[in-house]
């Protein structure tokens, strides 16, 4: 029997896809009182899950406050410089490679608005037809996979 | 990782911030990776590559080497 403080792995699918619908459906991260609301938890139950998702590397709560999401990859919870528009709504993906991402995770074609990132220069990248249209430009990774999770709000 | 419009701006950002130039990854290599980590993340089983089967993806694109492996402890001398 599933007690209010041990729960089933099938309590943190329940609370990540949520999560994910919540932010396919409205290009905003829900609060901890959200997704609670809608998987009939407690706001502490779904904070601890956010924390168990994290350690699976599935989630970012924002630091400093677990009932916000700073990341749930590829989408970003906060505005960033990777605006991805698709199907008429606005999303911020986390870098380069996860703003590829959100038209991947929802299956539909995207403009992304980036840009240069050292002159600062708009860089537009599209995808159609479940592939990108090709332009010049190249993602510098400065951080080796190894680290990408010392500090990914950097990476 | 930040996104350039050249290879010229790479290296001027890396001279600018003082960084050392490490790999470049073209957009196409970059959609892949989008796609293996991100097509399934809204169904059930969606879950984060395991770190040999990250190695696995990257080396299928030509990402290889030290700096490309999670495990690894060292990786200047594949920058």
């Not at chain 1, 700073?70 to 970003?76: I, K």
């Not at chain 2, 701006?9 to 959609?31: A, G, I, K, S, Y």
């Amino acid at each position: 029997m599933q007690t209010s403080t041990v729960m089933h792995p099938d309590f943190d699918t329940a609370v990540k896809l949520t999560i994910y619908t919540f932010i396919a459906e409205t290009a905003a991260a829900p609060s901890s009182a959200e997704v609670a609301e809608k998987v009939g938890a407690s706001p502490a139950e779904v904070e601890a899950a956010f924390g168990r998702l994290h350690v699976k590397r599935l989630l970012v709560p924002e630091p400093g406050d677990p009932s916000r999401i700073r990341m749930a990859p590829p989408f970003s919870g906060v505005a960033t410089p990777f605006s991805v528009e698709v199907r008429g709504m606005r999303y911020y993906a986390n870098c380069a490679w996860d703003a590829l991402g959100i038209p991947a995770a929802l299956r539909a074609d995207a403009v992304i608005l980036a840009a240069d990132g050292f002159s600062g220069e708009p860089l537009t990248l599209e995808v159609k037809g479940n592939r990108p249209v090709p332009r010049e430009c190249v993602v510098h990774f400065a951080v080796p996979a190894a680290r990408w999770w010392e500090d990914i709000i950097y990476t | 990782m930040l996104l350039f419009r050249s290879e010229e701006t790479v290296n001027r950002w890396c001279q600018t911030h003082q960084v050392p130039r490490r790999p470049l990854v073209t957009l196409d290599q970059l959609w892949h990776l989008a796609v293996v980590w991100y097509a399934n993340r809204l169904t059930v089983e969606s879950r984060r590559p395991a770190p040999d089967e990250m190695v696995a993806v990257f080396a299928g694109i030509g990402l290889e080497g030290p700096f490309w492996d999670p495990k690894a402890d060292k990786w200047e001398s594949a920058t």
